[in-house]
T-cell receptor
Framework: QKEVEQNSGPLSVPEGAIASLNCTYSDRGSQSFFWYRQYSGKSPELIMFIYSNGDKEDGRFTAQLNKASQYVSLLIRDSQPSDSATYLC?????????????FGRGTSLIVHP | DTGVSQDPRHKITKRGQNVTFRCDPISEHNRLYWYRQTLGQGPEFLTYFQNEAQLEKSRLLSDRFSAERPKGSFSTLEIQRTEQGDSAMYLC????????????FGPGTRLTVT
């Protein structure tokens, strides 16, 4: 059973702070890692993906991957109230295996002014 | 470039009725996925297509659910004899078979079974 674990939160941070969201996964063969943002009542929106160990930065977002520890994280710098949403972690294979992502239950982030 | 579209956006039906949802993927995407999501949960995989071939279906999926992608473009998901437990958001996503399989979701169809 492939599992993706996330702390459900809520994680509450003040505006301007760094929000750190964490995710662990059980399938060592996972190759692709995704972060989605989901506002209440809306569908998930892909905000970051990462395939190699290390950090990947895109604007205020940084994804960090450590395959040895089976751990992926998302950092949001200079958090804004508009970042308040649920953040879903998903992992999948990219080749030679199942292409079906396994999603975590999501972490609720609240950024307060 | 248009994103993934789904129709209808909302559906209210009575228990026992059949419903059909449509998904139009991003035009160059050859993989298409259906998910179901309930409150407080991540998307739950239902089935996926690569072009017109249905390659995998969740073992948890009741035989009341069927999906098609007849020409490798749009897809339909049908639920027969709906039950109250089918009430959920039904999400469609598409991706390219090359690359890292980044999936882009449509807006979803919210189903309420009364």
């Amino acid at each position: 059973q492939k599992e993706v674990e996330q702390n459900s939160g809520p994680l509450s941070v003040p505006e301007g702070a760094i929000a750190s969201l964490n995710c662990t996964y059980s399938d060592r063969g996972s190759q692709s890692f995704f972060w989605y943002r989901q506002y209440s009542g809306k569908s998930p929106e892909l905000i970051m993906f990462i395939y190699s160990n290390g950090d990947k930065e895109d604007g205020r977002f940084t994804a960090q991957l450590n395959k040895a520890s089976q751990y992926v994280s998302l950092l949001i710098r200079d958090s804004q109230p508009s970042d308040s949403a649920t953040y879903l972690c998903a992992v999948s294979h990219a080749s030679g295996g199942s292409y079906i992502p396994t999603f975590g239950r999501g972490t609720s982030l609240i950024v307060h002014p | 470039d248009t994103g993934v579209s789904q129709d209808p956006r909302h559906k209210i039906t009575k228990r026992g009725q059949n419903v059909t949802f449509r998904c139009d993927p991003i035009s160059e995407h050859n993989r298409l996925y259906w998910y179901r999501q309930t409150l407080g949960q991540g998307p739950e995989f239902l089935t996926y297509f690569q072009n017109e071939a249905q390659l995998e279906k969740s073992r948890l999926l009741s035989d009341r659910f069927s999906a098609e992608r007849p020409k490798g473009s749009f897809s339909t998901l049908e639920i027969q004899r709906t039950e109250q437990g089918d009430s959920a958001m039904y999400l469609c996503a598409s991706s390219l078979a090359t690359g890292g399989n980044e999936q882009y979701f449509g807006p979803g169809t919210r189903l309420t079974v009364t």
